[in-house]
Structure formats: C-alpha cells, structure tokens
C-alpha cells in the first residue's frame, strides 16, 4: 500500500476515531512529542489497513503525517503541530532476537528484550540548511532515511553548496543494545544481541537492565568494518517501548493450570512435596532446600516504611563448606528452578560484571556508555554466584548496596546513575584452608568481610562429616541413581514411580503464580511468634557481653515467615509460618553463630568477624605483651603462648592474635621470636 492510500485511510479514521486523543497530544505539544496511534484500534476501524502498517510502516507514518497536516491544527504558542507518528500494541508474535532475520527488513514488529547497554546522546539534522556562495540563495532539506543533498546549488547550477549549520534543525538519537530475555536463552547458548536506534522523545527512555517490549522496523546498512566489506549490519529503528513490568518471566498459566495449582496448594503433604523437587539429584539437606524454596518464592513486595523507604524482600543464602559437597549444584538447582536467573564462577567474576561498567565503544562515537552487569541483569530474579570465597575483597564490596537496598549506584566516567538491581542472591564458598577445622569458629575459616556476610538472611556450613549410617544412604542413593538413568527398559509403572512429586516445569509456573498474585500480610500471632523468639535471645545475651541477634534478624524471620505463606498461597502469615522461620533460623544460628569456646551463642562472629570471647583474648594478650614488655628486657613469642595457655587461651588463638596485633601496627618484631609493643 502506498502513502496516498494510506493518508486517505487515515484521513478518516483521524476524524471519525482519533480526534480525541490528536486534541490531548494538542495541548500538550512539544512537551509531548509524539502521536502514538493503537494498531488495535486501527484494526477496528479498517483490518486490510492494519495489516499494511505491519508490512509497509513507512509509507503508512508518511500518509498519517500528510493526514495530520491536512487538519492544519496549531499548538500554544501558534507551532506548527508535528508530532512523531509512532504506533503501539503492534502484535506480539515473540520472535527470538536469533530468528530476527532478512525477513523482517523494512517490516513492523514486536519483539521481548533485555537492555544490555545504552549509548550517550547524540545530536541529527532533521532539517539541513544550505546556501550558495555563488548567487546567495538559501536551501532548506528535510532528511529522509535516503537523503542526499544536491552538491550544485540548483538555480545558478554553478556554485557549491555549502551547510549552514545555525539554520539547521536537530534532534537527539541514540543507540543502545538488547539481547534475548533470560528465561529465554537455550542452556549453553550465548544470548542473542542486536543494536537499537532511538530518536527524539525515546531518547534516555530505557536503562540497562529492564526487560521491555519494542515495537520496531528492522534496518540494514553496509557494514564499514574491513574485515566484513560487502555485508550489512542490522539494527532496530525503535518505535514504541512497553515496559514489561512483572520480574519473573511472564509465564503463561491456562485456566487448568491454575486450577491445578490451586489443588495443590490445598495438599496437605504441599511442604514435603515442594521439598522433594528441589534438587531431587542431592541427598539429604532437608534445611537448605527449605531455604532455596522460601528464597525463590520471596517475601511481600512493594512493602515500604513510614518514612517511605523500601522494605527488602528479596532473600540471600550463603553455603559455605568442604569441597566436593553439592554445593555449586544446588546453584545450578536454583537457577534452574527460577523463571529468571543469572550464574557466574569465582574469579571469572569483577565488580562492573557484577554490577555496571562504564566502556567506550561504536554505540555512541566511542563515547562513554553504561554497561549493565549480571546482578543488574537478573534484577527480579535469582543470581547464583559461585566460588565466592575467589571474587576481589575489591569486588565483593559492590555487593553491600545490592543486597541491602536492590539498587546499584554508578559514578564514572561522567556518568552518575542508579539500576535497579533487586535480585536475591545464592552464593557458594570454600574454607579458607580448603576444608573447615571443627575445633574454630565457622565464620572465621571463609575469606568474606563481616560486613557483607552480616547482609546474608542464611547461612549455611556443609561439613564432610565421617559417619558410616549416612554415608552407606548416601552411597546407596547416588549409585541407584546411575542404575535408573543407564536402564534402557523400564515399566512404566516404575517410571511413573520414580518421578519427582512436582515437576519442573509446573513448579516453575507455581512460583511465579505465587509471586505474582500473593501479598501475605503479618498477623499477630505470627508476629508473637518471631518477638517471643527474639526477646528470649536477647535477654540470654544480657549480663555476658555476648549479642546473640540484633534487629536486622527480625526482618529475616519476616521475610522468611512472608515466603512461607507465599508458597502456601497464604493472604495471611500465620504462626505456622513465623513456627517455620524461627526453625530455620535457630538451626543456622546453632551451626554458625556458636561460639567454640564458650558454648554461647554470638552475633558478632557474623557482625564483627570476632565472638565476645575473642575479643576478649585479644584485649587480655596485648595486656600481656605490654606487661611482660615492662618487666623485662625483651618479650619471646614462646613466652606469650605458654602464659596465655595458663590463662585458658589455646595456642591456635594466641599466635592468630599475635598476628593480627603484628599486622593492625600495635606489636612488631624486632628480630624473630621475639615481640616489642608500640607505645
């Protein structure tokens, strides 16, 4: 269809149908630039003529600008009415970013994607202005996709063109990349990619990390690289964005589904069942799946303070452990579980991979850019970081903001900005000396700064432990499972036996149906609960100098006591619920905040990386140290160790404090062996 048809099509349709909202654009014009017309409701008034827009979008933008120019209307101020025409509610076929291929050229269409980074603002003529030096006469040049100035000024045919450039009229462009969703990438597959092409209004309107839908022509131009002479580049001419708002994938649930989810929320086994398909390959670790569960289904959302700060919901687990113990495959279980998710290993891992980077690149001129990282990327989702204990002390430190307030904040290289990043994290690490020591403090043996292990909601320690009952289980589980996967025949019967309760793929649908439609309010008993608990620790604490929990718990217990009920598709969040969380919570804080040497139960070995006791040996050996200093003429390092063991310290401890005492500048060695305190 041509553009003369196309302006009588819309002609009418302006007249009879979209008079109204050309009126709203009207009195508001330019601070709103454009005139978004509803495919939909051009396919109401003429199918033939929406279809043509699909497959010839330029004549059809033409034909609705000469239509809106015919109507000769005028904004405040007696402008010139001219808006963008840009059409939204284009049909969504979902094609991949991979399959967008020479079929889509010069064609309109709707496509999902992640914004991956976004170029800086650059400026286009929209109209160019000439003039001839020969015999003075001025030109102006409306720029097209194919425009090409005449070089001879075309009344004398004599002169040159030359450009005025202040008599010319600009608009902003910018270029940005996208890539496939997530959820959408197929397992071992890098993400598809493709360049995006904004004008005008649409200029800054996306940020690296939101999913959007883009309604957009797909453009080719020759491809100035060397290397590739004679082939052509693609990119996308941006027309409309919708944001896609849900986090988790949007998955579509049939009316039979949710029916059945229903059913199943009602089981009374529900708990036991959902447990059995998480990480139905790994023996055992009752309590951690439990904690993988309540992380994927989340606390209440978009729940704020009275001052009206956000309220995390979002959960983070660390497993820390012996090597060889399931650790990285219960990551991959998460992820694998989570409508959307992100994996990433130990040292393969930096800051701005994690968070956001600043790079020059052909976006924008070799300009700065911003460049979103995996926890930006997952926002909404799960993010499983791998090998933790290997990630810089440098690196690990963009991780506080992320995991307290689900936001990461950037200022290089010109470019001061926020990204949204709220994102539950899952991460694994090793021991410090590759396998934990039984008689030390747990928190004591991985390499993680007390400041960010304090931000994890759990933490759970996986030890090898010799144990002939369990490990004859275990063996017995693992080598059944190599017999069941190499079996060529097996009778149905038995398959069907051998099913996990819940499958993947449903339960997939029923964590996004949850997190989706499921706000659990607190109620009093459930509240009761978790304060009983809380006050009964604190007042253990009180008259020994030990912590044992402080109020950043409390909103754990909350979050953990919300995904509780989520998962039981629960309005309210019972004393069942908070029941469940102060369980969890008591067995974390039995297997990592216990003291070795007292038998009490201390926050600040998670809070400060020292219990009260070794705090205290620290005080009473640099005492010692500065005691013996004065008595005598110098003070031998065995010495030390042998009245500290008389004082109850172990050796272990007194050469740690030593070490540190050497290494915070309050003791040095003049010569080895012995030890001189700095007054």
């Given at each position: ?13 302006f ?5 109204k909202?050309i009126?709203r ?7 709103e630039?454009s005139l ?8 109401k ?13 330029d ?5 609705a600008?000469?239509?809106l ?5 005028t ?14 509610n284009?049909?969504?076929k ?5 399959s ?30 000439y ?14 996709r194919d ?8 009344v ?5 063109l030359?450009e ?12 940005a990349e ?22 005008d ?6 940020i ?20 590739r002479?004679?082939s ?6 941006v027309?409309?964005?919708k944001?896609l ?10 009316k ?5 989810i ?14 059995e398909?998480?990480?139905?390959d790994i023996y055992?670790y ?9 992380q ?8 704020r ?7 995390r ?20 279980n ?27 690149d052909?976006?924008s ?13 997952a926002?909404?989702?799960i ?15 963009s991780?506080h ?16 900005t926020?990204?949204?990043s ?14 934990f ?17 304090s931000r ?9 432990e ?5 490990d ?10 190599h ?11 038995k ?8 499958a ?10 949850a ?6 309010r ?24 030990s ?5 950043r718990?409390?909103?754990g217990?909350?979050?953990l ?21 102060v ?8 297997k ?6 007292t ?21 009473e ?6 005691k ?11 010495e ?24 915070s ?8 062996g ?6």
């Amino acid at each position: 269809m041509d553009s003369l048809k196309f302006k009588k099509a819309f002609d009418k349709f302006f007249t009879n149908i979209y008079n109204k909202e050309i009126r709203r654009v009207l009195v508001r014009y330019p601070e709103e630039k454009s005139l978004y017309i509803d495919w939909k409701e051009v396919e109401k008034f003429d199918r033939d003529v929406a279809d043509a827009i699909l497959d010839y979008p330029d004549n059809a933008i033409k034909g609705a600008k000469e239509a809106l120019d015919d109507l000769k209307l005028t904004a405040l101020g007696g402008k010139p009415f001219k808006p963008n025409i840009r059409f939204s509610n284009i049909p969504n076929k979902d094609p991949l970013i991979e399959s967008i291929g020479s079929s889509y050229i010069n064609k309109l269409f709707a496509f999902k994607s992640l914004i991956t980074r976004r170029g800086a603002a650059m400026n286009k003529a929209r109209v160019e202005a000439y003039y001839c030096p020969v015999c003075n006469e001025h030109f102006k040049f409306v720029v097209t996709r194919d425009f090409k100035a005449p070089s001879k000024c075309p009344v004398c045919k004599k002169g040159f063109l030359r450009e005025d450039i202040n008599n010319s009229e600009f608009i902003d462009v910018q270029m940005a990349e996208a890539q496939e969703i997530l959820e959408r990438v197929q397992p071992g597959t890098a993400a598809a990619k493709i360049l995006l092409y904004l004008e005008d209004d649409l200029v800054n309107k996306i940020i690296p990390g939101e999913n959007i839908e883009i309604s957009g022509i797909l453009r080719v131009e020759k491809d100035k690289t060397p290397k590739r002479k004679g082939s052509y580049r693609k990119y996308i001419e941006v027309i409309s964005i919708k944001r896609l708002k849900k986090d988790f994938e949007e998955i579509e649930i049939s009316k039979e589904e949710e029916e059945e989810i229903l059913k199943l929320a009602k089981n009374p086994r529900l708990e036991e069942m959902l447990l059995e398909s998480v990480a139905p390959d790994i023996y055992g670790y009752r309590q951690i799946k439990l904690a993988i569960l309540l992380q994927l289904f989340g606390g209440t959302k978009d729940k704020r303070t009275k001052s009206g700060s956000k309220i995390r919901d979002d959960i983070h687990i660390l497993l820390v452990g012996d090597p060889g113990i399931a650790k990285t495959r219960f990551l991959q279980n998460s992820c694998a579980l989570a409508p959307k998710s992100i994996y990433v290993s130990g040292k393969s891992v930096s800051g701005v991979g994690l968070t956001a980077s600043a790079e020059k690149d052909e976006l924008s001129g070799n300009e700065w850019t911003l460049k979103a990282g995996a926890l930006v990327l997952a926002s909404g989702g799960i993010a499983a970081i791998d090998e933790f204990d290997k990630i810089s002390e440098e690196d690990r430190s963009s991780l506080h903001e992320v995991m307290e307030s689900g936001t990461v904040s950037i200022a290089k290289a010109g470019i001061v900005t926020r990204l949204k990043s709220k994102t539950a994290i899952i991460s694994a690490a090793n021991p410090k000396a590759g396998r934990f020591e039984r008689d030390k403090n747990i928190p004591n043996q991985f390499a993680i700064p007390p400041s960010l292990m304090s931000r994890f909601d759990l933490i759970f320690p996986i030890l090898d432990e010799l144990d002939t009952n369990k490990d004859t289980r275990l063996a017995d589980f693992i080598i059944s499972s190599h017999i069941e996967s190499t079996e060529e025949f097996i009778e149905e019967e038995k398959k069907e036996e051998k099913k996990v309760p819940v499958a993947r793929d449903f339960l997939r649908k029923y964590i996004a149906y949850a997190r989706a439609n499921v706000r659990p309010r607190l109620t009093d008993e459930a509240g009761d609960v978790i304060k009983e608990f809380y006050l009964g620790l604190r007042s253990r604490g009180q008259g020994t100098g030990s912590v044992p929990i402080t109020p950043r718990y409390l909103e754990g217990l909350i979050r953990l006591a919300e995904a509780h009920a989520k998962m039981r598709l629960s309005p309210e969040v019972t004393a069942e619920d908070a029941t469940v969380a102060v369980e969890l919570m008591k067995y974390v804080m039995d297997k990592v905040m216990t003291d070795k040497m007292t038998g009490m139960m201390d926050i600040d070995l998670i809070t400060t990386g020292k219990s009260k006791s070794e705090r205290k040996a620290y005080i009473e050996i640099d005492e010692l140290i500065r005691k013996l200093d004065e008595e005598k003429d110098e003070v031998l390092e065995d010495e030390v160790i042998t009245e500290a063991e008389e004082m109850n310290i172990p050796k272990g401890v007194t050469k740690k404090i030593i070490d540190e005492l050497i290494k915070s500048g309050e003791v040095y060695k003049p010569r080895d062996g012995v030890l001189k305190p700095v007054k």
